[in-house]
């Protein structure tokens, strides 16, 4: 490989090394961030207005996308806006308006909304496109830092993302600005979220992947224990009988049934202890003496995250599946909900 020199150009020059700053001043910097970013949200709220109302209703009756579009800092804004939008019954995508420019406001039709960012909301890139969208007949919505400003003026509703000042000591890079206009975003989806009625279902349909998805989507009749897998035994079977059945299904219980598998009880664990706190022989004892005769149950349609709640409230490690007849169906034990990765 030919040295930097070889091809006649010099060596990248050495960044100085950074002067040594105090902690106090480091955490003092910090500090005056937050609260400036603190402070910029909380302006936001006193300035929520009937424009807000009008962006979400126009929104609402988009028959479309919301096309969500913005430069630089704004732009990565403005994906995450289209992301959050997108998760949460509001179908929305991002267009860099630079690309625009050049082919992909082809993605854009008639029944679409154009949800435009741009802090000055002077940024050449998106005033470049807009006579385009005005041609389509585009509804748009701005959200800018300037009420006065082009982009403000040629949208149909401009929602106020103004901030006192920048958190950045020059007051040059976006910091509280991006933060307020994110948190707009925010509250946009969130209010659409509740007008349409957005379930926790629904949400599930387009996060089927990883932990949230398994959360959502997985019930009780996908991971839960049958057949042959559960322990039972019969009123009459001793205590040391039992433990072997409790061993062998590796569940730490056992359900007590009768000749038609209906569940009279259960015997965990911890029943044996407190069962050998008595003083006496108790091996030959009949499960009938011993079991607890309601034992928890869930529905085998319920939710998988629905069983692990109930389980941390009543500090369980498994719930029984029962039949309308109270026939037992299955077992849902705690390592079931683990390696489902609910847990």
Same mark, same amino acid.
Not at 99 to 128: F, N, Q
Not at 259 to 268: N, P, Y
């Given at each position: ?81 289209? $992301? /959050? =939008? &997108?998760?949460?019954?509001?179908? %929305?995508?991002? #267009?860099?308006? !630079?690309? +625009?420019?050049?082919? *992909? ?74 933060? $307020? /206009? =994110? &948190?707009?975003?925010?509250?946009? %989806?969130?209010? #659409?979220?509740? !007008?349409? +009625?957005?379930?926790? *279902? ?142």
């Amino acid at each position: 490989m030919r040295k930097t020199e070889d091809l006649g150009l010099s060596p990248p020059a050495r960044r100085p090394a950074a002067p040594a700053v105090a902690a106090a001043e480091l955490l003092a910097t910090a500090a005056e961030t937050l609260r400036l970013e603190t402070a910029a949200l909380a302006a936001l709220v006193e300035r929520l207005d009937e424009s807000f109302v009008a962006a979400c209703q126009r929104l609402l009756d988009c028959r479309g996308r919301i096309v969500v579009t913005g430069m630089g800092k704004s732009g990565i804004i403005g994906k995450k806006i289209a $992301a /959050t =939008l &997108a998760s949460t019954g509001s179908p %929305a995508l991002f #267009l860099h308006p !630079a690309e +625009g420019s050049h082919g *992909d406001l082809g993605m854009l039709t008639r029944d679409d909304v154009l949800l435009a960012l741009s802090y000055s909301g002077e940024t050449a890139e998106l005033l470049a496109i807009l006579p385009v969208v005005k041609r389509l007949g585009v509804p748009l919505i701005a959200m800018t830092g300037r009420p006065q400003s082009t982009l403000a003026r040629l949208a149909e509703v401009h929602l106020d993302c103004r901030v006192e000042r920048e958190a950045c000591p020059l007051n040059l890079a976006p910091t509280a600005s991006t933060t $307020a /206009t =994110l &948190a707009m975003g925010d509250a946009l %989806a969130m209010a #659409l979220l509740r !007008a349409r +009625g957005f379930t926790a *279902d629904d949400f599930a349909l387009s996060h089927p992947g990883g932990a949230l998805g398994r959360r959502l989507l997985l019930r009780v009749q996908d991971l839960m224990r049958r057949g042959a897998d559960l322990p039972r035994v019969c009123p009459q079977t001793p205590l040391r009988e039992a433990i072997l059945e409790m061993s062998g299904k590796g569940l730490g219980m056992t359900t007590v049934v009768d000749e038609a598998d209906r569940v009279l009880g259960i015997f965990t664990d911890g029943d044996l202890r407190r069962a050998l706190t008595r003083g006496q022989e108790i091996w030959d004892l009949p499960m009938a003496e011993l079991c607890h005769p309601r034992p928890r149950h869930i529905a085998a349609t319920a939710l998988a995250a629905e069983a692990l709640a109930q389980m941390e409230a009543e500090r369980i490690n498994a719930l029984l599946i029962l039949g309308d007849d109270g026939q037992l169906e299955g077992i849902l034990a705690m390592h079931d909900l683990l390696r489902a990765g609910i847990v």
